[in-house]
């Protein structure tokens, strides 16, 4: 599986931001796709997953902000970030999992100024 993400950029505080990720190659049985992030001199982390059943799962620090969601139509997975933190400045990854084989994406860093 390849990924391709788009969508990062430089924000303000409060603001909003949507990453998408297109996937391609080998697409038919992925069942997990999503986002992980690294923040500037910490380890990457999990932002929000969603399965090919739909069901999702968010870290604690983005709930309610962020929002993960896919279209079969087009193998894409979006994340859509409002009320933007500082703390959210991270280089931003996508990822599927097919048959427990993890795919990454290139990154695309988000900047959250104050």
């Known amino acids: 599986v390849q990924l391709q993400a788009f969508g990062g950029g430089l924000v303000q505080a409060g603001r909003s931001l949507r990453l998408s990720c297109a996937a391609s190659g080998s697409i038919r049985n992925i069942d997990r796709m999503g986002w992980y992030r690294q923040p500037p001199g910490k380890q990457r982390e999990l932002v929000a997953i969603?399965?090919?059943?739909?069901?999702?799962n968010y870290a604690d620090s983005v709930k309610g902000r962020f929002t993960i969601s896919t279209t079969d139509a087009t193998n894409t997975v979006y994340l859509q970030m409002n009320s933007l933190k500082p703390e959210d400045t991270a280089v931003y990854y996508c990822?599927?999992?097919?048959?427990?084989?993890?795919?990454w994406g290139q990154g695309t860093q988000v900047t959250v100024s104050s």
């Open positions: 969603i399965t090919s059943s739909g069901s999702t």
């Open positions: 990822v599927a999992v097919r048959y427990s084989k993890w795919s």
